[in-house]
């Protein structure tokens, strides 16, 4: 029987990927979790509902976002959870802090600032409620970089963490040309 075969029969991919990416991310948002699994919204709220309903998670929203953090039960099954899938070969288990993924998450935040700032750049000014949309479009890359950074915590020599510092310069910037250009 093949690994990722056995590893079927043992285990329902979405809330084991799910489970296991809140274990490396420590506290994140529904967003990012259903991104990285590759599922959608409702299906990952769905799913870590169940789990929060068994004590393995907390949620708490803040605003229109959704944070999900292990509690110290839920941090002793995903930690079970990850050595099942490590002793049964999975190769795919979620290990998110590793240079190739975390680079990919900082060019891919580059990109999409990048594309916002062009736009912003082409105006001469903004009126409150272009303002608000642009500071809207910026607020996920804040929390993808706070995400990003909680990554990087454990590898204080990367030399990714000079490109997530200019990723936090740019969009300060990006929102700082915002309010020049806003309209009073």
Request: with cysteine; hydrophobic share 40%; proline share 3%.
């Amino acid at each position: 029987m093949a690994t990722n075969e056995l590893t079927d029969v043992f285990l329902h991919k979405m809330p084991t990927s799910l489970l296991l990416t809140v274990r490396q991310y420590d506290r994140t948002y529904v967003s990012v979790l259903a991104k990285e699994c590759n599922c959608t919204y409702p299906h990952a709220v769905k799913t870590l509902w169940g789990m929060e309903r068994l004590g393995l998670l907390t949620s708490e929203k803040v605003g229109r976002v959704k944070y999900v953090q292990l509690t110290d039960r839920g941090k002793l099954v995903a930690d079970a959870l990850y050595e099942l899938v490590t002793n049964l070969g999975a190769s795919d288990a979620p290990y998110r802090n590793d240079f190739d993924h975390v680079n990919q998450k900082i060019n891919n935040v580059v990109r999409k600032v990048a594309t916002i700032q062009k736009e912003l750049e082409m105006m001469k000014s903004v009126d409150a409620d272009e303002a608000t949309r642009f500071n809207r479009r910026l607020g996920p890359y804040y929390r993808e970089l706070n995400a990003i950074q909680f990554l990087l915590n454990s590898q204080p020599n990367s030399p990714l963490n000079a490109k997530a510092a200019m990723i936090a310069r740019t969009l300060d910037s990006v929102k700082h040309e915002i309010k020049k250009k806003e309209k009073t």
